[in-house]
Nanobody, 122 residues
Framework: QVQLVESGGGLVQAGGSLRLSCAASGGRFSVMGWFRQAPGKQRYFVAAITWSGDDTQYGDSVKGRFTISRDNALNTVFLQMDQLNSADTAVYYC?????????????????WGQGTQVTVSS
């Protein structure tokens, strides 16, 4: 049974940083990523990374501020979030897919975590 468990969310002031972690169990995945969903809005792509870590992709709103990485020995993916602002407030979801491509469409991802809340106060 595949499980993705996020941690590291919380309350932070604008301009601050947070680091999210997602521990996977029950499988190893070529591509892992992060999405986020604010209240009343759809789920948006944040970042994705390949198995080797050589290829990454980011949503336009987080480029230059967020960094995705992974530790395959720990079967864990991370999201370092810097220069946070109020628009980053959302529930952040870890996701995994068995395909090889980095894709932004939510329907292309096979597994999802339960989410972790990130709140940025201005």
């Amino acid at each position: 049974q595949v499980q993705l468990v996020e941690s590291g969310g919380g309350l932070v002031q604008a301009g601050g940083s947070l680091r999210l972690s997602c521990a996977a169990s029950g499988g190893r995945f070529s591509v892992m990523g992060w999405f986020r969903q604010a209240p009343g809005k759809q789920r948006y792509f944040v970042a994705a990374i390949t198995w080797s870590g050589d290829d990454t992709q980011y949503g336009d709103s987080v480029k230059g501020r967020f960094t995705i990485s992974r530790d395959n020995a720990l079967n864990t993916v991370f999201l370092q979030m810097d220069q946070l602002n109020s628009a980053d407030t959302a529930v952040y979801y870890c996701a995994a897919r068995r395909g090889l491509a980095l894709v932004a469409q939510t329907t292309m991802w096979n597994y999802w975590g339960q989410g972790t809340q990130v709140t940025v106060s201005s």
